[in-house]
């Protein structure tokens, strides 16, 4: 239902646009997030968008380098990243919630996202 892709690799600098299309339901009034989990490490939140008004909240390491966003036409939220950094790389996750509240009760397979130095 929550498909992600748009990884791949990329050297220090560059910039990525991740992709999460839903499909198979509506997720009008949900709360769209990416994570990720980098090897040996805990899954982080990342960044989330609420699906109608487009509120924004993003993790302290990434903010004013990506930007999460949506279209609601074409039932897909984005996580664009710029300036990338070695410590991005991870598996990044979307996943959906009912509320801000709510815990995250979709999820979409992972993309790899590997950043070289």
């Known amino acids: 239902q929550l498909q992600a892709f748009g990884g791949g690799l990329v050297q220090a600098g560059d910039s990525l646009r991740l992709s999460c299309r839903a499909s198979?339901?509506?997720?009008?009034?949900?709360?769209m997030g990416w994570f990720r989990q980098a090897p040996g490490k805990e899954r982080e939140f990342v960044a989330h968008?609420?699906?109608?008004?487009?509120?924004?909240n993003y993790a302290d390491s990434v903010k004013g380098r990506f930007a999460i966003s949506r279209d609601n036409a074409k039932n897909t939220v984005y996580l664009q990243m710029n300036s990338l950094k070695p410590e991005d790389t991870a598996v990044y996750y979307c996943?959906?919630?009912?509320?801000?509240?709510?815990?995250?009760?979709?999820w979409g397979q992972g993309t790899q996202v590997t950043v070289s130095s």
């Open positions: 968008i609420t699906w109608n008004l487009g509120s924004t």
């Open positions: 996943a959906a919630a009912t509320s801000l509240s709510a815990n995250y009760t979709f």
């Open positions: 198979g339901r509506t997720f009008t009034n949900y709360v």
